[in-house]
T-cell receptor
Framework: QKEVEQNSGPLSVPEGAIASLNCTYSDRGSQSFFWYRQYSGKSPELIMSIYSNGDKEDGRFTAQLNKASQYVSLLIRESQPSDSATYLCAAAGGTSYGKLTFGQGTILTVHP | NAGVTQTPKFQVLKTGQSMTLQCAQDMNHNSMYWYRQDPGMGLRLIYYSASEGTTDKGEVPNGYNVSRLNKREFSLRLESAAPSQTSVYFC?????????????FGQGTRLTVV
């Protein structure tokens, strides 16, 4: 079992719709969670970080964390073609100190 | 402020050759990481160093060695390159503490082994 798993893609949504990306993690001791966006040929860049149960909103992005279910999600509202990228979920702070583990990524395409 | 700097950006090796990928960060971060990225596989952790003087294996350590030279630098060595090591390699660094511990990435090294 992978330590961090993301919902299988690719995901395609129309412009203006809500894109929903999901992630589960296996290390119950994980404390910090991150969503990164990666454009083709580029390095990953941070979109959101979340540390506490509940929702965290930043502009069009909302991250949700449920530690009891070991589940993290990212909602992108009013999706734009520029949101088309690979989204990577990551978890840290588990039983292995300092380890930062990523999921396999979900490719999102927003079509006009 | 350079952030995380990786060298080289591109490299072609012949099977059996060795090379070292260099990584340096200027953010005074304790933790550093090496990942490889293959199509559809996300970022797979090769090795990491939670603090100066320590290194630990990640998911895919076979065929690689690392050195945490000092707090700033973390190198990845391929002793005998194989075609299966053709990939894009990313170095990252991260601070410690309870919050604001996101990782920052270098620009990547595209390695081809022929």
């Amino acid at each position: 079992q992978k330590e961090v798993e993301q919902n299988s893609g690719p995901l395609s949504v129309p412009e203006g719709a809500i894109a929903s990306l999901n992630c589960t993690y296996s290390d119950r001791g994980s404390q910090s969670f991150f969503w990164y966006r990666q454009y083709s040929g580029k390095s990953p860049e941070l979109i959101m970080s979340i540390y506490s149960n509940g929702d965290k909103e930043d502009g069009r992005f909302t991250a949700q964390l449920n530690k009891a279910s070991q589940y993290v999600s990212l909602l992108i509202r009013e999706s734009q073609p520029s949101d088309s990228a690979t989204y990577l979920c990551a978890a840290a702070g588990g039983t292995s100190y300092g380890k930062l583990t990523f999921g396999q990524g979900t490719i999102l395409t927003v079509h006009p | 402020n350079a952030g995380v700097t990786q060298t080289p950006k591109f490299q072609v090796l012949k099977t059996g050759q060795s090379m070292t990928l260099q990584c340096a960060q200027d953010m005074n971060h304790n933790s550093m990481y090496w990942y490889r990225q293959d199509p559809g596989m996300g970022l797979r952790l090769i090795y990491y160093s939670a603090s100066e003087g320590t290194t630990d294996k990640g998911e895919v350590p076979n065929g690689y060695n690392v050195s945490r030279l000092n707090k700033r630098e973390f190198s990845l060595r391929l002793e005998s390159a194989a075609p299966s090591q053709t990939s894009v390699y990313f170095c990252a660094s991260r601070g410690s503490g309870r919050k604001n511990t996101e990782a920052f990435f270098g620009q990547g090294t595209r390695l081809t082994v022929v």
